[in-house]
């Protein structure tokens, strides 16, 4: 994928920035003119040490604040992003306004603001350092007089960062914060050297407006991502252009250069990968042999999965991923145990191994299970479907936030940045063993979905048959079904710099879905663990225990993390007592109740899980599907359209084509998120929710005018009703706020002026003083520094006296 202007450069953060930066430099500059006029040059030096170590904690405030941003976006679900997002926008545009009536407005400073204070407290502070004779409180104040000054700017820079960090790229921050200051930089030196003249009644005024423009922008900007977070209603499954679905552009189950992985077709190479579940098929097999130390040894050392000059292993698996959402929950369920998983499988094998294992060699033994004694049907089974339900499905989940994070850095190459941990996700959850088309068994959580679903009537060809299942991909489960459209979407999006938060929103989807399978499990087995139900853990030796717990555990961080008293009466439940007989305690019925109360959080329904059968055409008694009103044909209109994000099908359009890489791509984007919302049986949609206007419906988004007049102030070539309600309300509220600041410090300008005017009747006084004073329209900075003629500062630079129009 190509890159685009906007993937470097963020034009409003430019304007901000470079603001700002002249704003610091022209307060320091007129600092040094003014010790310059009074003889005191040494005390230059402070000035500098103070602007100096200003800029660089404004720099460092940028780069914590901007990392805290990011780094805890990407733990956020797609819709509390947008939320969160649209949240940050709309303060920032709050705080620019705020800005703007109370600092820029002409004549608009109250006699109570924030800035009034600090600046008389500056004037207090110069004349003060000057009348005393310690040289060392004079090199004081004037180091804090010039670093108040530097670190306000750089502080109010953050905040407007703060808020164009949601609406500009990422990877547009750096070049355009760096541009802002540097150009900030070299316009304020040309001005001390004499080489530019500029006046900073027009400046401050012009900038005031582009300002106030962008404020606007953010405060429309910010409604469209709370309307993208569902805060004001369900979304228009509508586009701006006309469409029609026509042909497939090419079999979705044709290979392509690296061949098919259940259906999947990767743009990278992933079959050394996908060779992991071989390490899980030879550790099954030790294991039913009761070949322990073998066993261990294809956890530990592997064997089959190739990873440069040695092997990727599945006790590998078992690592520290903080920082991603999903292993967070895991992590902080387990009190910060990082190889809880690890544990686990240790703790299952232990009095099993020769004493010369590495398990052994290497650590002590675990105390889970150390007070009960596990037969050896259910060490096998504790052993080996963690590995297949806690190693591998943990690390499948850690590929999909490898490529976001990947995307978000502007790494989009196939073979190595996004697309290819993407690929790898797909990989480590299907594995080699499913085939090109997955309808052969496997030994990872894609063939447990396809197992599954016959217990729950969850497959594909369980009627009644929904469009979007009714295609010859292999996948057997109503879960690979949607998880393969769900990959497909998004390797195409992390494929494009502008679609990566589009891809958090598949990667929310994928983890509901995998996490089907797994409760799936963990009920069936907590009825046939129950004597009180299919009462087969005696029987078996406690296998069929064993397996509840091992599904339980697989799932059980994630159902704390939404409920934690219903996690705990699941983890009871599983529990191994030194009495087999003493299995699952509550019964199966209060582990059914306690998943289904979870179901919401994570972002699944009844009909996604379904009931267990009894194999007769019904469901076991008290094991029937829950009713939230869902039904497997929800949602039709959004999986059936999926495909198009995966360039399986092309459109026609009564509109403009799209470009790939320009204004139009988002319309792709915008209406997948919006498709979700549909569930195509005529839903309502909010109205404040539909787009009623495109730019190109009147202007050439090509033509340099209009192209800036959009990334200024628009963001996006259509608007939504809602965004231009607010647009026009922000200026009318602008007008009224400003219009009544400026009304209520009629006196306060007169007494300002009264004091400029007096304290000008002496030109050998040099006080620093800023006043912002009303006179008509215009923003004018007023100095007891002398004037000419035409009312322009007079600054020297050396012994050099000429003027320059500040």
Same mark, same amino acid.
């Given at each position: 994928?190509?890159?685009?202007?906007?993937?470097?450069?963020?034009?409003?953060?430019?304007?901000?920035?470079?603001?700002?930066?002249?704003?610091?430099?022209?307060?320091?500059?007129?600092?040094?003119?003014?010790?310059?006029?009074?003889?005191?040059?040494?005390?230059?030096?402070?000035?500098?040490?103070?602007?100096?170590?200003?800029?660089?904690?404004?720099?460092?405030?940028? #780069?914590?604040?901007?990392?805290?941003?990011?780094?805890?976006?990407?733990?956020?679900? /797609?819709?509390?992003?947008?939320?969160?997002?649209?949240?940050?926008?709309?303060?920032?545009?709050?705080?620019?306004?705020?800005?703007?009536?109370?600092?820029?407005?002409?004549?608009?400073?109250?006699?109570?603001?924030?800035?009034?204070?600090?600046?008389?407290?500056?004037?207090?502070?110069?004349?003060?350092?000057?009348?005393?004779?310690?040289?060392?409180?004079?090199?004081?104040?004037?180091?804090?007089?010039?670093?108040?000054?530097?670190?306000?700017?750089?502080?109010?820079? #953050?905040?407007?960062?703060?808020?164009?960090?949601?609406?500009?790229?990422?990877?547009?921050?750096?070049?355009?914060?760096?541009?802002?200051?540097?150009?900030?930089?070299?316009?304020?030196?040309?001005?001390?050297?004499?080489?530019?003249?500029?006046?900073?009644?027009?400046?401050?005024?012009?900038?005031?407006?582009?300002?106030?423009?962008?404020?606007?922008?953010?405060?429309?900007?910010?409604?469209?991502?709370?309307? $993208?977070?569902?805060?004001?209603?369900?979304?228009?499954?509508?586009?701006? #252009?006309?469409?029609?679905?026509?042909?497939?552009?090419?079999?979705?189950?044709?290979?392509?250069?690296?061949?098919?992985?259940?259906?999947?077709?990767?743009?990278?190479?992933?079959?050394?990968?996908?060779?992991?579940?071989?390490?899980?098929?030879?550790?099954?097999?030790?294991?039913?042999?009761?070949?322990?130390?073998?066993?261990?040894?294809?956890?530990?050392?592997?064997?089959?999965?190739? $990873?440069?000059?040695?092997?990727?292993?599945?006790?590998?698996?078992?690592?520290?991923?903080?920082?991603?959402?999903?292993?967070?929950?895991?992590?902080?369920?387990?009190?910060?145990?990082?190889?809880?998983?690890?544990?686990?499988?240790?703790?299952?094998?232990?009095?099993?191994?020769?004493?010369?294992?590495?398990?052994?060699?290497?650590?002590?033994?675990?105390?889970?299970?150390?007070?009960?004694?596990?037969?050896?049907?259910?060490?096998?089974?504790?052993?080996?479907?963690?590995?297949?339900?806690?190693?591998?499905?943990?690390?499948?989940?850690?590929?999909?936030?490898?490529?976001?994070?990947?995307?978000?850095?502007?790494?989009?190459?196939?073979?190595?940045?996004?697309?290819?941990?993407?690929?790898?996700?797909?990989?480590?959850?299907?594995?080699?063993?499913?085939?090109?088309?997955?309808?052969?068994?496997?030994?990872?959580?894609?063939?447990?979905?396809?197992?599954?679903?016959?217990?729950?009537?969850?497959?594909?060809?369980?009627?009644?048959?929904?469009?979007?299942?009714?295609?010859?991909?292999?996948?057997?489960?109503?879960?690979?079904?949607?998880?393969?459209?769900?990959?497909?979407?998004?390797?195409?999006?992390?494929?494009?710099?502008?679609?990566?938060?589009?891809?958090?929103?598949?990667?929310?989807?994928?983890?509901?879905?995998?996490?089907?399978?797994?409760?799936?499990?963990?009920?069936?087995?907590?009825?046939?663990?129950?004597?009180?139900?299919?009462?087969?853990?005696?029987?078996?030796?406690?296998?069929?225990?064993?397996?509840?717990?091992?599904?339980?555990?697989?799932?059980?961080?994630?159902?704390?993390?939404?409920?934690?008293?219903?996690?705990?009466?699941?983890?009871?439940?599983?529990?191994?007592?030194?009495?087999?007989?003493?299995?699952?305690?509550?019964?199966?019925?209060?582990?059914?109740?306690?998943?289904?109360?979870?179901?919401? #959080?994570?972002?699944?329904?009844?009909?996604?899980?379904?009931?267990?059968?009894?194999?007769?055409?019904?469901?076991?008694?008290?094991?029937?599907?829950?009713?939230?009103?869902?039904?497997?044909?929800?949602?039709?209109?959004?999986?059936?359209?999926?495909?198009?994000? /995966?360039?399986?099908?092309?459109?026609?359009?009564?509109?403009?084509?799209?470009?790939?890489?320009?204004?139009?791509?988002?319309?792709?984007?915008?209406?997948?998120?919006?498709?979700?919302?549909?569930?195509?049986?005529?839903?309502?949609?909010?109205?404040?929710?539909?787009?009623?206007?495109?730019?190109?419906?009147?202007?050439?988004?090509?033509?340099?005018?209009?192209?800036?007049?959009?990334?200024?102030?628009?963001?996006?070539?259509?608007?939504?009703?809602?965004?231009?309600?607010?647009?026009?309300?922000?200026?009318?509220?602008?007008?009224?706020?400003?219009?009544?600041?400026?009304?209520?410090?009629?006196?306060?300008?007169?007494?300002?002026?009264?004091?400029?005017?007096?304290?000008?009747?002496?030109?050998?006084?040099?006080?620093?003083?800023?006043?912002?004073?009303?006179?008509?329209?215009?923003?004018?900075?007023?100095?007891?520094?002398?004037?000419?003629?035409?009312?322009?500062?007079?600054?020297?630079?050396?012994?050099?006296?000429?003027?320059?129009?500040?």
């Amino acid at each position: 994928m190509g890159y685009t202007f906007f993937d470097f450069v963020c034009i409003p953060m430019v304007i901000i920035v470079f603001r700002e930066t002249l704003e610091a430099a022209v307060l320091v500059a007129v600092l040094l003119q003014y010790l310059d006029r009074k003889g005191q040059p040494q005390l230059k030096r402070d000035v500098w040490l103070g602007t100096g170590l200003g800029g660089l904690l404004s720099v460092f405030l940028a #780069c914590i604040i901007l990392s805290i941003y990011y780094t805890q976006r990407n733990k956020l679900g /797609s819709s509390t992003a947008n939320l969160v997002e649209g949240i940050m926008l709309g303060v920032a545009s709050i705080v620019i306004s705020y800005f703007l009536v109370t600092h820029l407005a002409p004549g608009a400073k109250d006699k109570e603001s924030w800035s009034t204070k600090w600046e008389r407290k500056m004037d207090e502070l110069v004349e003060e350092s000057l009348k005393n004779g310690d040289s060392k409180k004079k090199r004081t104040g004037f180091f804090c007089l010039s670093f108040s000054s530097v670190i306000r700017e750089g502080f109010e820079t #953050c905040i407007f960062i703060i808020g164009l960090g949601a609406a500009c790229n990422p990877t547009a921050l750096p070049f355009s914060i760096a541009f802002g200051v540097i150009l900030g930089v070299v316009i304020a030196v040309a001005m001390w050297m004499g080489s530019t003249r500029l006046s900073l009644n027009w400046f401050f005024t012009s900038s005031a407006l582009l300002l106030a423009l962008i404020a606007a922008g953010l405060a429309a900007h910010s409604s469209y991502e709370l309307q $993208k977070g569902e805060f004001f209603g369900a979304w228009s499954c509508e586009r701006v #252009c006309e469409y029609t679905i026509v042909t497939a552009q090419a079999d979705p189950n044709e290979a392509g250069a690296y061949g098919l992985l259940a259906s999947y077709a990767p743009v990278s190479d992933v079959t050394e990968h996908s060779k992991i579940d071989l390490d899980v098929y030879d550790l099954s097999q030790a294991l039913e042999n009761f070949q322990w130390d073998t066993a261990w040894d294809a956890y530990d050392l592997g064997g089959n999965s190739q $990873k440069g000059d040695a092997f990727r292993t599945l006790r590998g698996f078992s690592k520290d991923l903080s920082g991603e959402p999903t292993y967070d929950e895991f992590i902080a369920y387990h009190e910060g145990d990082a190889l809880y998983a690890d544990k686990y499988v240790r703790a299952a094998l232990w009095d099993r191994l020769s004493d010369e294992s590495t398990a052994k060699i290497s650590s002590d033994r675990p105390e889970l299970w150390s007070d009960v004694t596990l037969s050896d049907p259910m060490a096998i089974q504790l052993a080996r479907k963690t590995i297949q339900y806690q190693h591998t499905w943990i690390y499948s989940t850690h590929e999909l936030y490898s490529a976001l994070s990947k995307c978000r850095a502007g790494n989009v190459n196939d073979a190595s940045g996004a697309p290819h941990a993407w690929d790898e996700g797909w990989a480590f959850y299907v594995g080699s063993l499913a085939g090109e088309d997955g309808k052969a068994s496997g030994e990872l959580t894609y063939a447990l979905a396809d197992k599954r679903c016959s217990n729950f009537d969850t497959c594909v060809d369980d009627d009644p048959l929904p469009s979007w299942r009714d295609l010859d991909d292999g996948a057997n489960s109503n879960v690979n079904a949607k998880l393969l459209r769900l990959y497909r979407a998004g390797q195409q999006a992390v494929r494009d710099l502008s679609r990566c938060d589009e891809a958090r929103g598949y990667v929310d989807l994928i983890i509901s879905q995998m996490s089907v399978s797994l409760i799936q499990g963990a009920i069936r087995y907590a009825w046939r663990s129950d004597p009180n139900g299919g009462g087969e853990t005696v029987s078996s030796d406690g296998k069929t225990l064993a397996e509840f717990n091992a599904f339980a555990q697989a799932i059980l961080p994630r159902i704390a993390s939404c409920d934690a008293a219903a996690a705990a009466v699941i983890a009871t439940n599983a529990a191994i007592p030194s009495d087999l007989n003493n299995a699952v305690p509550g019964g199966f019925a209060a582990v059914k109740t306690a998943f289904e109360s979870a179901y919401s #959080c994570l972002a699944i329904t009844c009909s996604d899980v379904g009931g267990l059968t009894d194999g007769l055409g019904g469901f076991v008694s008290g094991m029937e599907p829950c009713e939230d009103g869902s039904s497997v044909d929800d949602d039709t209109a959004y999986w059936d359209n999926i495909e198009l994000l /995966s360039g399986q099908i092309t459109l026609e359009e009564d509109c403009p084509e799209d470009d790939d890489d320009g204004w139009h791509s988002y319309r792709r984007q915008l209406w997948t998120s919006r498709m979700h919302s549909c569930d195509g049986k005529g839903q309502s949609i909010a109205w404040v929710n539909r787009e009623v206007y495109d730019i190109e419906a009147c202007c050439d988004t090509d033509h340099p005018f209009w192209f800036l007049l959009m990334t200024l102030f628009w963001y996006r070539p259509a608007a939504t009703r809602l965004e231009i309600i607010v647009w026009f309300a922000f200026w009318i509220i602008l007008f009224l706020w400003g219009f009544a600041k400026v009304r209520a410090i009629k006196e306060i300008n007169a007494e300002l002026e009264e004091i400029a005017h007096s304290k000008c009747q002496d030109k050998d006084v040099y006080d620093v003083e800023y006043h912002e004073k009303s006179k008509g329209n215009n923003f004018e900075l007023v100095s007891t520094l002398p004037t000419d003629n035409n009312d322009n500062i007079v600054i020297s630079s050396g012994e050099q006296e000429e003027s320059k129009e500040y």
